[in-house]
């Protein structure tokens, strides 16, 4: 079955200070990705997606994440961090032999900034 | 509505009651997803509905569990029976029609807590 690893449970950092959360995935068909984000009490929220194409995608507040094949990963970046960004990040996958309705989640990455 | 509202926000209930849990989804979305998040897990997929068509319900853990969705509207997810075991946060998404490179517009949760 389909399933992603994030290996970072947390990531401490610095503000403004760049930052990298891990994300392998197992299929080695074709694949949908995503990284959703997860703000204290509040709701998911998609941070950006990959669909085809170029395999570097730029999402919302200055996040991007590059699609990696040959390595089946997916790590989202950031060069520089700010206080509000603490949440918890997941990243999913749909596709392979789950099909591409299913979201197949990490257990996600918790990202703490502290000043 | 401007986005996917469940309730109730939380809910404690005794080993062996049923609850009902409900999803209110973005107005005019087909499709409605069910997932649990248990602590220190990632999302793991429940249920999908997709407008008239037969829901998937691979991803129920048992026949405790079940879901119904009124047309393209209001879901209820019951849990008969319920055991520790199934205290979790229940999210609910909806998207426009199901297409896997949508994105799913998650609601902030009901969590469950049995006793």
């Known amino acids: 079955a389909q399933s992603v690893t994030q290996l970072d449970s947390q990531v401490p950092v610095f503000e403004e200070a760049p930052v990298e959360l891990r994300c392998n995935y197992s299929?080695?068909?074709?694949?949908?990705l995503f990284w959703y984000v997860q703000y204290p009490n509040q709701g998911l929220q998609l941070l950006l997606k990959y669909l085809s194409g170029s395999t570097l995608v730029k999402g919302i507040n200055g996040f991007e994440a590059e699609f990696n094949k040959s390595q089946t990963s997916f790590h989202l970046r950031k060069p520089s961090v700010h206080i509000s960004d603490t949440a918890e990040y997941f990243c999913a996958v749909s596709g392979g032999n789950t099909g591409f309705q299913k979201l197949v989640f990490g257990t996600g990455t918790r990202l703490l900034v502290s000043p | 509505g401007a986005g996917v509202s469940q309730s109730p926000s939380n809910k404690v209930t005794e080993k062996g009651k049923d609850v009902e849990l409900r999803c209110d989804p973005i107005s005019g979305h087909t499709a409605l997803y069910w997932y649990r998040q248990r602590l220190g897990q990632g999302l793991e997929f429940l249920i999908y509905?997709?407008?008239?068509?037969?829901?998937?319900k691979s991803g129920l853990p048992s026949d405790r569990f079940s879901a119904e969705r009124t047309g393209e509207s209001v879901s209820t997810l019951t849990i008969q029976r319920t055991q520790q075991e199934d205290s979790a946060v229940y999210l609910c998404?909806?998207?426009?029609?199901?297409?896997?490179?949508?994105?799913?517009?998650f609601g902030p949760g009901t969590r469950l807590l049995v006793l």
């Open positions: 509905f997709q407008g008239n068509s037969a829901p998937d």
């Open positions: 299929s080695s068909v074709s694949v949908y």
């Open positions: 998404a909806s998207s426009l029609s199901g297409g896997g490179q949508e994105t799913q517009y």
